[in-house]
């Protein structure tokens, strides 16, 4: 019940395009819904957090869309570039604060230039 | 400011050493967070702890393994008798957490630890 199953385990975009990436949750007292950005070699960072009481959270060109009842939330990069290419993870905790999180395994994204 | 500083970056054990691996957290933040993360795989929360203080430590294997962030100096996560299954990287992350704030995390660069 602690798992955040994350999809595609890799995935190859265009300069331009869209990348989505999806996970889902079981666990109904997450409440906490953050995405990661990581570089080879590199830690984590924080790219865009979201909570349960609004549906779509946008920062520049980077997207949480939160589905409550399918217990699904999703990251979507417009005009995808070269720069973005790294891994994502999403993770979810309780308590409405980053303690604890549960990551997913990881999407693997490459921009083609 | 700097970051969350952790080292050594790189450590290679012997299976049966030990191996110590520690995080200075960003200035200001007295809360400490240890994740695992295995090739291929998501981070695995560990532990957490504020100054002299284990919060939660439900990640941690049993034995083997302990961590602690005295008053003064960085926290330190200890792996004794190491095995090759513990070889993996290692991050550190530290938080200012406020009342009413999600405490975000900040993460280091990891250590890096294989065990031969």
């Known amino acids: 019940q602690q798992q955040v199953k994350q999809s595609p385990q890799s995935l190859i975009v265009q300069k331009g395009g869209i990348s989505i990436i999806n996970c889902a949750y079981e666990n109904t007292a997450f409440d906490y819904f953050p995405w990661y950005q990581q570089f080879p070699g590199k830690g984590p960072a924080l790219l865009i957090a979201i909570r349960p009481d609004v549906s779509e959270k946008k920062e520049g060109r980077f997207t949480i869309s939160f589905n409550k009842s399918a217990k699904q939330f999703s990251l979507h990069i417009m005009d995808s570039q070269p720069g973005d290419s790294a891994t994502y993870f999403c993770a979810a905790s309780k308590g409405g604060s980053a303690r604890q999180l549960t990551f997913g395994s990881g999407t693997q994204l490459t921009v083609l230039p | 400011n700097a970051g969350v500083m952790q080292n050594p970056r790189h450590l290679v054990r012997r299976r049966g050493q030990e191996a110590r691996l520690r995080c200075s957290p960003m200035?200001?933040?007295?809360?400490v967070y240890w994740y695992r993360q295995l090739p291929e795989e998501g981070l695995k929360f560990m532990v957490y702890?504020?100054?002299?203080?284990?919060?939660?430590e439900s990640g941690m294997p049993k034995e083997r393994f302990s961590a602690e962030f005295p008053k003064e100096g960085p926290s330190i996560l200890r792996i004794q008798q190491v095995v090759r299954g513990d070889s993996a990287a290692y991050f550190c992350a530290s938080s200012l957490k406020t009342a009413g704030s999600t405490g975000e995390l900040f993460f280091g660069e990891g250590s890096r630890l294989t065990v031969l």
């Open positions: 702890l504020q100054k002299e203080n284990i919060i939660d």
């Open positions: 200035k200001g933040h007295s809360h």
